[in-house]
């Protein structure tokens, strides 16, 4: 897969923040009736979709596509002919990144973020055969059933399982100190198969862009195919097994190699951000986008590629609008991209693509008077994307899993560290850098306000603090909050929380701490997995001069609309 980094095994707390909002308050007649506030009208400005970026995708020997995802902790059966989706294993046991069918109709995958490896045998029975790996990734069974796994990103190396005795009533699962090491510093060996006829491992390279030959008994090395930019996953044309196919997720391109010639040819062009690829036992094949939720069947002879399914939005989690001549546009920290949404029609554009202009999965944004912000937990970045050309400036590195920043007038930076707990003054230039605030309980958000003013959300403390960066001097400005994330302040200098806990959006008057529901009953919240972080992808909440409200949706993949209630008369 290529999630790299993105939500390691142990710790995915995708930050969550920024908001821009202007509500115009409105406020009843004398002699209207007395009541609670109204809240606003929800509506969906973008639709849903089914994954939570699509990853490993495979087919069982009666031509069923299964797919997996990491984010969303499921493993789902697709039907290609009509699209529909079916979640097969629930989270988080269903978290799969790659995913792999033994002759018998055994299904293997592993879940990365965890750090573990499953199997579900024919009769339905899930087990879970190894734990303690450092990013299980690509997975394949060899002709005699015997499995083998890799490790990319967090570990590098190849392993086998054994699984002749997983169905025995006192098995436990194998640590990963007691499996046999097959290879290690391969390079990033990523999603691949183990041919049937020779028994050799074909593979991608990911950091070295080579697709190769692994021999599974001793480890040894051959070099099929070199120049691609990073290559994710290779599998076999079952229509003619001289035929290695590789995508690029970098470029978005499908190659064929053969593997006698050692020729590529380029098959397909798409976008970057590709995953995996599997073929039917026709030879039709199937590739996964895991920047654009999708599933396509590409021709691999024209290069045309068919939507099976797909998604506007990938893993939406921190928001920002900007409200400029009239018209409102919602900038979005979507995992896999960076993008931008019409908040009058909906419609969705790319700006930065992982693995095509970034490789850092943002989680976290904010948008300052020169640049977008977009900070990324696992890669433990801050990048500045300048806002005129949309083009990725700076890249801040060797931060404590950064969950958001903003950038001052000055163009001082502050970052919270979901790792640390600091709040973290950064000079313009990037060079000099200084705690401004410490122990913070799992920051995830930071919004400005007036007057050298800065507001956190603290998710493990329920709470939402404010920070003077001149003083340092700080203030809880309301606690018993569940699980608040998002943050930004308002015009009429409110603070408008989700409250993801509670599933609402709540405003908070900064001076009394006193709150007031927006919106309720959202699809908002996306369960973690144990071990993980509290906010696995972490709700945007951004407010326009409208007084428009825009709210991620993490469970839907989805983007909210709310807006003002109409006056009472």
Do not use: C
């Not at 993105?6 to 007649?29: E, I, K, N, Y």
């Not at 394949?140 to 392993?159: I, T």
């Not at 009058?344 to 640049?371: C, F, K, M, Q, W």
């Not at 696995?536 to 989805?558: E, F, H, M, Q, W």
């Amino acid at each position: 897969m290529g999630l790299r980094g993105f939500l390691t095994s142990a710790a995915l707390v995708l930050s969550l923040a920024g908001v821009a909002f202007a509500q115009q308050s409105t406020q009843p007649a004398p002699s209207a009736p007395t009541g609670p506030p109204r809240e606003y009208h929800q509506q969906f400005l973008v639709p849903g979709s089914p994954f939570h970026g699509v990853h490993g995708i495979a087919f069982n020997k009666d031509d069923q596509l299964f797919a997996g995802s990491v984010v969303g902790q499921t493993l789902y059966h697709v039907q290609v002919d009509s699209g529909e989706v079916d979640r097969v294993v629930e989270p988080p046991t269903g978290m799969a990144d790659d995913i792999a069918f033994a002759d018998d109709g055994t299904m293997a995958w592993t879940a990365f973020l965890m750090g573990k490896v499953y199997v579900k045998r024919p009769n339905g029975k899930v087990i879970e055969v190894a734990n303690g790996l450092s990013g299980p990734n690509g997975i394949g069974f060899a002709k005699d059933g015997r499995l083998f796994v890799s490790e990319v990103f967090l570990g590098d190396a190849l392993y086998e399982i054994d699984l002749k005795n997983v169905d025995k009533p006192d098995f436990k699962p194998f640590a990963r100190k007691d499996l046999r090491l097959v290879a290690e510093k391969l390079g990033g060996l990523n999603g691949f198969e183990i041919r049937r006829d020779d028994g050799f491992l074909y593979g991608p390279l990911w950091f070295k862009g080579e697709a190769v030959k692994v021999n599974i008994e001793t480890g040894a090395i051959e070099v099929v195919a070199s120049g691609f930019t990073t290559p994710a996953a290779a599998n076999i044309d079952p229509q003619n097994r001289d035929n290695l196919f590789v995508v690029d997720t970098g470029t978005g391109n499908v190659w064929s190699v053969s593997l006698t010639s050692k020729a590529k040819k380029l098959v397909a062009t798409l976008k970057p951000g590709l995953d995996n690829l599997a073929f039917d036992s026709r030879g039709r094949l199937f590739v996964s986008s895991m920047t654009d939720n999708a599933i396509y069947l590409v021709d691999k002879q024209t290069g045309a590629a068919r939507t099976i399914v797909a998604g506007k939005l990938a893993v939406p989690a921190d928001i920002a609008v900007v409200s400029e001549s009239g018209k409102e546009t919602v900038h979005v920290a979507d995992v896999f991209s960076y993008r931008t949404v019409d908040g009058s029609t909906g419609a969705v554009s790319d700006v930065l693509r992982v693995h095509g202009e970034t490789h850092s999965y943002p989680i976290g944004i904010s948008i300052g008077r020169r640049n977008v912000l977009l900070s990324s937990w696992f890669s433990g970045t801050v990048q500045k994307v300048d806002r005129k050309t949309g083009k990725l400036e700076a890249t801040l590195g060797d931060f404590a899993q950064p969950a958001d920043a903003v950038e001052g007038n000055d163009g001082t930076l502050y970052v919270a560290e979901l790792g640390s707990g600091n709040l973290v003054k950064v000079s313009p230039d990037g060079k000099t850098r200084s705690i401004l605030a410490k122990d913070l309980r799992a920051p995830v958000a930071v919004a400005q306000g007036p007057n050298n003013l800065v507001y956190v959300t603290e998710i493990a403390a329920g709470a939402v603090t404010q920070i003077d960066v001149a003083s340092g001097a700080r203030k809880v400005v309301t606690d018993g909050l569940s699980a608040p994330e998002g943050i930004d302040v308002g015009p009429d200098n409110r603070l408008y929380v989700a409250e993801v806990g509670q599933k609402r959006i709540v405003a908070i008057d900064p001076a009394t701490g006193a709150k007031t529901v927006i919106a309720s009953n959202l699809d908002i919240g996306l369960p973690t997995y144990p071990g993980g972080p509290p906010a696995l992808v972490p709700t945007g909440v951004a407010v326009a001069k409208s007084g428009t409200i825009y709210v991620s949706s993490d469970v839907r993949n989805a983007l909210y609309k709310l807006t003002p209630p109409s006056p009472e008369k």
